[in-house]
């Protein structure tokens, strides 16, 4: 179901998560929940997962996440304010102890100047304040391209935030 390098990765990200007694959250928007997916497919996932927000639009950010409606009027759903709230609101609504986000564009239609398709924002947020944020600009890869480039890249932060001093 997944590219094989994806489920090598989460089953990476479940193993250590389970060894350093982890749980983690997802808020997802442009990939629509497959981050939490391709994490539940590994056999004992339920020991780290917790749970995940799908957030595809303002009112679930606001209303799921607790995201700033000045900081979606300010500086849009596709920011890095708005990623690293998500991560936060995540944490903070949940039992987890990390959480990733990610919010972009995926195309094909949506993008500009500014914001084009393939900028996706991630942020990576522990209940102990820690915060980590990544803009990725995949490019016009197309749809599906570009949420399994996200998903590689917040399997990553997820990692990076689980060994973080």
Known sequence: M??????RKARATIQDL???GLKLA?????????????LTEVAGSSSVVDRGFVTYSNEAKIEMLGVNLETLATRGAVSRETAMEMARGAVSHSAADIAVAVTGIAG????SAEKPV???HLAAAGRDGTLIHREMRYG??????????TVRTALELV????HAP
Do not use: K
């Open 140 to 149: 016009n890869l197309g749809r599906a391209a570009v949420r399994l480039a």
């Open 108 to 111: 094909p239609g949506g993008g």
């Open 159 to 162: 990692t990076e935030l689980a």
């Open 18 to 20: 389970t060894a350093r």
């Open 26 to 38: 997802t808020a997802e928007s442009c990939t629509g929940g497959l981050i939490a997916g391709v």
């Open 2 to 7: 997944w590219p094989a390098d994806i489920e």
């Open 118 to 120: 393939g900028l996706v």
